[in-house]
């Protein structure tokens, strides 16, 4: 089975009074980054991650943090890791 890369972006829409918790609980899930929107509470986030299944597993994590209103994939890329001889 040959490895893969997936890319990931999302907008999640955070309550105001709960950005930095989001922000935080955003940076402790694996792969997952903020790029920025915490000034609105509309967080701009990438997911770097090897599966699918892993994609979905933490948007769903990002969904149930504590102040968290919706979190929308915007988009998801992949392609295959070349494997090194």
Known sequence: MSRECHISSLVV????????????????????EVHGGEEAGKLIVTLETETENQVVERVNAIQLLDGVLAATLVFHHFEPVPELE
């Open 13 to 32: 829409h955070s309550r105001p009074d709960r950005v930095a918790s989001v922000v935080d609980g955003i940076g402790a899930i694996e792969g997952a």
